[in-house]
């Protein structure tokens, strides 16, 4: 089966990834020919299994809610492209109208 | 003596506590070393010579206060996807180009406080995906036993460079197999411990349930001793193990006298494995018969699906792990006005071609009306695969199996075909899914390139592991051999 490039730009949206037509048409074969190698799976009979939540013994790691040491302010800030103050500045993420 | 540069982590261990040499001479030996031969071999992408100088010195006033541990004074190389305060942290991607982490990985931390030395920072596939570094947005690592042929990857620069004698030892980080393919097209030892064993604090995150860090070294009990300074329990990463750490190095021997060692069944003359690499993987089962271990056949019925499982679960995590890289709290950062549109620009041109093809298959797979379909279904399968393990670790110690179907390929030969390069990882992949403990070593040649067998060990089965991987290696002698191309 082969994916359809509007799949493939919806996902592209999904994922945050700005792709050029070349890309696309590219992902369109790629994704598809994995997927189809994939789809092995459905042979497998997994009615009665239960899905792996993790592989090893532990369980409900839990701690004290308390404040523990952090990472200074200027440390945490100073790989920031763009700061203000003791902030990371980004462009405005609401509508002003 | 033996150039500073062939000697075990073990024997530096003893010249350095007997004051024959000075950490300071180690490192400056392998500093020489990396810029004699690195020109070639390519296996950093960021060399510490200032920072190195400086640890060494630092470690030979520990070794003159009688505060050596093990790794003291060693000459260590570093996979460039665990964070480091005082070098760069690039995951071989565009995207991180620069950055500096304000804080050490749990392992970086360890090794510091042991007084390693660091001699740099070693190339890997972008984001630690791919199986030949040929996915490092920056260049491709060449194998020190053919330059024209991959190193193997994803850690691909920190085995080279062990290979190379850039490093006595390294680390590298394995979710598919990224520790112990590499390892084996470059004829060196490479462990995945178990899920669990190492803290994972400080590794960039590809595939949370799968991840797992661990060393590279030209022996065994050099792996063994490295191990048993980066393992343990970390309240900085949950899935870490509380248990104990046992004392690695004196868990090996040499005699297997009943000891119980599973042969894959289905893995013995499997299409895609090339002859030369299913004739060594024989005779070393031979050597092990003569070892005193009995040979048992096994079935893993579900492990052919493993494979198609991962290629659902490790996209499916990197797509969320690598949802981070936004341009806005670190790294390469458009800013095209509007919020959306920086998004899209950055990550577009940040990352890589198969960073995105990951990310796609990943996003597609936990899409609304897939996520059952894929996601779910590849975790239930995952489940089978698991028990498998569980019932043939009932009826032998360890498993036995190739590492890769084939030797170190050709640059070049598989960028154009994704699924291809998917099928180096065919015998590496089902320990990740089970989060088993597996060490590559070295089991001969093929083609004059390193042909690599695999010792997989049940949960928290380090000890077994490595003492049958050892046994071998002291029985065959094939890790005394060195890459000729960079002599």
């Not at chain 2, 510490?48 to 070794?63: K, L, S």
């Not at chain 2, 690039?90 to 042991?114: I, N, Q």
């Not at chain 2, 297997?256 to 013995?268: A, D, F, N, P, S």
């Not at chain 2, 993987?281 to 040979?295: K, Q």
């Amino acid at each position: 089966m082969k994916l359809d490039l509007e799949t493939v730009e919806h996902v592209a949206l999904l994922a945050r990834l700005g792709l050029t037509d070349e890309e696309k048409a590219t992902l369109q074969d790629q994704l598809s020919s994995v997927l189809d190698h994939i789809s092995v799976l459905e042979e497998v009979d997994t009615d009665a299994i239960p899905p792996t939540a993790q592989v090893i013994e532990l369980q409900n790691i839990l701690r004290e809610d308390v404040a523990g040491a952090a990472l200074p302010v200027e440390a945490v800030l100073k790989n920031a492209p763009r700061t203000e103050d003791d902030f990371i500045k980004v462009n405005a993420v609401l509508d002003q109208s | 003596m033996t150039e500073l540069t062939d000697l075990t982590l073990a024997a530096a261990r003893d010249l350095l506590d007997g004051r024959e040499i000075s950490a300071v001479e180690l490192a400056d030996a392998h500093l020489e070393r990396i810029a004699t031969v690195d020109e070639k071999v390519q296996a950093f992408i960021t060399v510490m010579a200032d920072q190195a100088r400086t640890m060494a010195a630092d470690a030979d006033a520990a070794i003159a206060a009688g505060e050596a541990q093990p790794l003291t004074g060693i000459p260590v190389a570093l996979k460039d996807i665990l964070c480091t305060v005082d070098a760069p942290t690039t995951a071989a991607s565009k995207l991180l180009e620069g950055f500096v982490s304000p804080y050490d990985a749990t392992v970086v931390k360890r090794l510091r406080d042991a007084r390693a030395v660091f001699v740099g920072k070693t190339n890997t596939d972008e984001f630690a995906m791919g199986s030949s570094t040929e996915n490092s947005a920056f260049f491709t690592t060449k194998n020190p036993w053919g330059l024209d042929r991959v190193p193997g990857g994803s850690s691909g620069g920190s085995s080279a460079a062990v290979a190379a004698r850039e490093a006595i030892v390294s680390l590298g980080s394995d979710t598919g197999g990224s520790i112990r393919q590499p390892a084996g097209f470059c004829g060196i030892v490479g462990m995945k411990p178990t899920y669990g064993r190492v803290s994972r604090y400080g590794l960039i995150a590809f595939a949370s349930s799968l991840d797992q860090i661990g060393p590279f070294a030209r022996t065994v009990e050099d792996a063994a001793m490295l191990l048993g300074t980066i393992s343990g329990h970390d309240t900085n990463d949950a899935t870490s193990s509380p248990r104990d750490v046992p004392d690695y190095r004196a868990a090996l021997g040499e005699d297997l006298t009943g000891v119980k060692l599973g042969v894959v069944t289905e893995w013995t003359g499997q299409e895609g494995v090339e002859p030369g690499v299913q004739a060594a993987c024989e005779a070393a089962y031979d050597t092990y018969a003569e070892l005193g271990a009995e040979l048992v056949p096994i079935s893993l019925d579900y492990a052919k699906y493993a494979l198609p499982t991962y290629y659902i679960t490790a996209p499916a995590e990197a797509s969320a792990n690598l949802a981070r890289f936004d341009g806005i709290k670190y790294g390469m950062s458009i800013d095209a006005g509007d919020v959306l549109e920086s998004y899209l620009r950055t990550r577009g041109e940040g990352f890589g071609a198969e960073v995105k093809r990951r990310i796609m298959l990943g996003t597609y797979a936990l899409s609304t009306g897939y996520y059952d379909a894929y996601y779910v279904k590849a975790q239930k399968v995952r489940t089978l695969i698991k028990r498998d393990f569980d019932t043939a670790f009932e009826r032998v110690d360890a498993i036995v199996a190739p590492t890769s179907p084939t030797v170190a390929f050709s640059i070049g030969d598989r960028t154009d075909d994704p699924l291809a390069m998917y099928l180096a990882d065919i015998f590496t992949i089902p320990a990740n899914m089970a989060g088993l403990p597996g060490i590559a070593i070295p089991c001969g040649f093929s083609e004059d390139l390193p042909v690599s067998i695999q010792v997989l060990g049940p949960a928290f089965g380090e000890e077994i592991t490595l003492k049958v991987a050892h046994a071998y290696e002291r029985a065959s002698g094939w890790h005394e051999r060195r890459p000729e191309p960079v002599a």
